[in-house]
């Protein structure tokens, strides 16, 4: 849920020129019976279109419990909902990086690492199209928490973009 979470608070920074914490926790909690199992992109971001989700001021980023849902919470998670957003077809590298290019940020799962992360943008790396990824694995992983995938590495078998989300 951490990716398509930050590919959406992308979404609102590109959209709205506004940077908003959003609770990754808020919505896959309650995806998945506040349990800390893993997920599908597709799967948070259909729950965030319908549900939309919680600020990290109303629900800290990472706590799996049930003490933070509420009727005022749900309501408020309303003013962060995912309007629209695409599927892409499984391992196509043209639909990532036609988005990527146009400032699409993409969530992306990889069946051979068994995670999901954010695709941010393309970058070349010896003449050849890579992609630079975030991962929810904090400030340690890679540069700063980014990194680039290149090669077979890159091809998503899970890939879904936010197009526009309701702010307030």
Do not use: F
């Not at 959209?15 to 349990?35: D, T, W």
């Not at 400032?103 to 992306?108: C, G, K, N, S, W």
């Not at 992360?117 to 010896?126: C, E, G, K, R, S």
């Amino acid at each position: 849920i951490n990716a398509p979470v930050y590919a959406t608070e992308c979404a609102i920074i590109i959209e709205r020129n506004e940077a908003v914490l959003l609770s990754p926790a808020s919505a896959g909690a309650q995806i998945k019976g506040y349990q800390n199992v893993g997920g599908w992109g597709e799967e948070g971001i259909k729950w965030m279109a319908q549900n939309g989700v919680y600020p990290e001021s109303l629900w800290p980023a990472n706590a799996i419990s049930r003490q933070y849902k509420n009727p005022a919470g749900d309501t408020k998670a309303l003013d962060y909902k995912v309007v629209e957003w695409i599927e892409l077809a499984p391992r196509n590298m043209h639909q990532m990086i036609s988005c990527l290019l146009r400032r699409i940020p993409v969530a992306v799962g990889y069946n051979w690492w068994g995670h999901e992360v954010t695709a941010i943008d393309p970058v070349w790396v010896d003449g050849t199209a890579c992609i630079r990824i975030r991962n929810s694995w904090g400030m340690s992983y890679g540069t700063e928490g980014y990194s680039v995938l290149q090669g077979s590495k890159m091809m998503a078998d899970d890939a879904v973009a936010p197009l526009s989300v309701r702010v307030g």
